[in-house]
């Protein structure tokens, strides 16, 4: 599982750090911020269409090649910001990471649900996710410092030689991959039949307006923080602190959980970040935007693991990985359709109303859990 982990956290971090990359390099040649929520929604837009497909080819044959897929693709994406600093290779970028991350994100997720005995399962989840709130603190460190301190082509370049690790894993040793899910029945497999599962369809919802809370603060955060005049690196520790807060509410989930139930505590949570996101744009300290990030990310750093333990266990006997596809479909259709409107918003009134959309997201989010 330490592996797996390692693993996650290799492809995680080059998919967060590429984000803060791109934003601001997109910013320092000249990108308004509605072009900017162009580029945010294509990290979306092939995930949208491979993510069902994904999942099917998780399902039939194995996690190995898609997780290869992905960690090649995501070499790619890197290498092309290193050898182009333009708008158009900007695109290219956000299109090739989105495919490489929806391959290798269901294929992970599924593989830590499949590894170990079923009453692992949450504390499978509940380290991949951990190993997620890292590579969020390292993604954005790497990024800032790279930028400040060597420039964005560099920063592409140490985030490509990172993308080697897991392509070397997969290619020598393949064994850790080889774990027999259930297979599914004989029966023709509709996607859509799967949300006729009320229970299993309020959680795919609210994954999808989950993610699109944080993908939102990924962007928009050093949007904010450039034009308040903070440098690279301050962003990225800003962004640091969010992962640092992440990894403590997921470290501590387990605890949260055994006096609270799991609706209970969305409804906590979600509402504890909705406050803290409207006030954020007012906010003009570094340390201050510090602590609300941190009360940021405790509160939408559950989000994640419960909504993948619970999909997971209320998938159909060999569909984990459709369903996981399904789920993540639904997070992409949030991460298009959330910074499309929230960069014209930011154009014609500036980043106060995006931030306030990410609030009234979670307070919808909280009343669902509720519900």
């Not at 420039?151 to 991959?177: C, D, E, M, S």
Request: glycine content about 10%; charged content about 10%; aromatic content about 12%.
């Amino acid at each position: 599982m330490y592996l797996i982990v390692l693993l996650s956290i290799s492809i995680h971090s080059c998919y967060i750090g590429s984000k803060v990359v791109v934003s601001l390099l997109a910013l320092e040649l000249g990108a308004s911020q509605f072009l900017i929520g162009n580029i945010a929604a294509l990290y979306a837009l092939l995930p949208l269409l491979f993510g069902v497909y994904s999942g099917r080819l998780v399902d039939t044959i194995g996690m190995r090649v898609p997780m290869l897929i992905g960690a090649v693709f995501t070499m790619l994406a890197m290498l092309c910001g290193y050898m182009w600093q333009q708008l158009t290779a900007l695109f290219a970028i956000a299109a090739l990471m989105g495919a490489a991350f929806v391959f290798y994100n269901v294929s992970i997720q599924n593989l830590a649900g499949s590894y170990g005995r079923p009453e692992d399962r949450a504390h499978n989840f509940s380290m991949l996710t951990i190993g997620y709130s890292l590579s969020s603190f390292v993604g954005p460190m790497i990024a800032g410092f790279s930028i400040d301190y060597a420039g964005h082509a560099r920063a592409f370049l140490i985030f490509a030689v990172l993308a080697l690790f897991p392509i070397l894993v997969l290619t020598f040793y393949p064994r850790f991959t080889r774990i027999e899910p259930p297979k599914p029945g004989r029966q023709e497999r509709r996607t859509l039949d799967l949300l006729r599962d009320p229970e299993l369809r309020r959680v795919v919802i609210m994954s999808g307006m989950m993610v699109a809370s944080y993908e939102l603060y990924g962007f928009y955060m050093p949007v904010f923080g450039h034009s308040i005049g903070l440098s690279a690196s301050t962003i990225g520790i800003i962004l640091a602190t969010y992962a640092t807060a992440t990894f403590l509410s997921r470290f501590f989930l387990p605890l949260v959980l055994r006096r609270m139930r799991p609706g209970q505590v969305l409804f906590s949570f979600m509402l504890l970040a909705a406050g803290a996101f409207l006030l954020l744009p007012f906010l003009r300290s570094v340390g201050l935007l510090m602590m609300v990030s941190f009360i940021i990310g405790l509160g939408t750093g559950v989000g994640q693991p419960l909504s993948m333990t619970l999909s997971y266990e209320r998938s159909p006997a060999g569909r984990t990985g459709e369903v996981t596809g399904l789920r993540l479909t639904f997070n992409n259709i949030s991460r298009i359709v959330i910074p499309l409107t929230a960069g014209a918003l930011g154009t014609a009134f500036g980043v106060t109303p995006v931030f306030w959309i990410n609030a009234v997201n979670l307070v919808a989010i909280s009343w669902l859990a509720r519900r």
